[in-house]
């Protein structure tokens, strides 16, 4: 069954002019991943520091692949730009609602 990844983003603001580039180039490996059906970044707009990363994943399996290779030999560095550990949430789509 798809599953939903939100990823929450809070940037230090001093990474804040280099961190939709930054951005740009880890969720382009994001994307090309075994199973990614496709990436949205969301900015709060009352914040601009705030990112939603909106990511669409073909299984659980395959989204728990992608973070072990974040995890190892595909770390990109996000944290570095982060002024809080970001915040992971899986959602299934409910066909019962």
């Not at 490996?29 to 707009?45: E, H, I, N, Q």
Request: glycine residues 6%.
């Amino acid at each position: 069954m798809p599953v939903t990844a939100h990823l929450d983003l809070n940037v230090k603001a001093e990474a804040l002019p280099t961190a939709p580039a930054v951005l740009r180039d880890i969720l382009s490996d994001t994307r090309a991943f075994d199973g990614c059906l496709g990436v949205d970044v969301l900015v709060d707009s009352e914040d601009p520091a705030h990112f939603l990363v909106v990511e669409q994943w073909v299984s659980m399996e395959h989204d728990a692949a992608y973070r072990a290779w974040r995890a190892g030999d595909g770390a990109s560095g996000l944290a570095e730009l982060l002024a809080a550990p970001p915040v992971l949430t899986h959602f299934e789509t409910s066909f019962a609602v």
